[in-house]
């Protein structure tokens, strides 16, 4: 909102050189747009809809992955602890190094590739699991193994894609038709008339802004502060730490 309100306040002066300085009291009265305003906050309302739906999707994939990893780790415990024959440790930290090598690839310090890898790796912990002839044990650690590649799948289309690149340059042209009506409309009183402008302007600048935001939810930037709209990753943190306290 902060930082919209700089775009807000060139509008502001821009009305006001209109105004004032070229004294041009405006083309069109304000009660007849009302309808290009309207039609404006439906295409902000469609925008909005589509995003959040994959937002709350995405809000799962975190707490989903480490629940994966924690179920993969409980199976080789079991597995050790009924028959053992296996370093238990050893493979705990190789399980955790897919929890460190997921982290590493949202923070942007790790490709897909490697994090595939490393998931790929989990075909050995099940492997070992297996030669203990532990019923069905391994097949859980292969079935959570999938379901954790399905996870981060879905979280790399996420970040990598757009919610309807058409739809946001429509989006962004309209807001800016509508912003130049309000410059070109006549008020009945300029106070009004430029205090209407200012908060019309000020909600669909912020609008589009926040729709881009919810539509990267797995953005984090290389500096390190995420931004409002990016998926707290504490679940998979919290399972990290965990973890380092068990090994």
Avoid: C
């Amino acid at each position: 909102m902060l930082t919209t309100l700089p775009i807000t306040a060139l509008i502001f002066l821009i009305k006001l050189g209109i105004v004032f300085g070229l004294h041009y009291d405006g083309l069109v009265r304000f009660s007849e747009i009302n309808l290009v305003i309207t039609g404006g906050i439906f295409l902000v309302g469609f925008m909005l809809a589509g995003t959040i739906t994959d937002y709350k999707e995405s809000e799962k994939i975190p707490a989903e992955m480490a629940s994966s990893l924690e179920a993969i780790e409980d199976t080789i415990i079991l597995a050790h602890g009924v028959k053992g024959g296996f370093n238990l440790i050893e493979q705990v930290k190789q399980l955790n190094g897919v929890t460190v090598s997921i982290l590493n690839w949202f923070n942007h310090s790790e490709s897909e590739t490697e994090v595939y890898t490393k998931i790929k790796s989990i075909t050995s912990i099940a492997l070992i699991v297996e030669k203990t002839g532990l019923g069905t044990t391994s097949q859980r650690v292969t079935a959570e193994q999938a379901n954790l590649r399905k996870l981060f799948s879905r979280a790399a289309v996420i970040q990598r894609t757009h919610f309807l690149s058409t739809g946001y340059a429509f989006l962004e042209l309209f807001t800016v038709v509508i912003i130049g009506i309000l410059l070109i409309s006549k008020f009945e009183n300029q106070v009004t008339g430029t205090i209407i402008i200012l908060f019309i302007s000020q909600i669909f600048i912020y609008m589009v802004r926040l729709i881009k935001d919810v539509d990267h939810p797995f953005e984090y930037p290389v500096s390190g502060i995420p931004r409002a709209a990016d998926i707290e990753l504490f679940p998979l943190m919290e399972y990290n730490e965990r973890v380092k306290q068990r090994i």
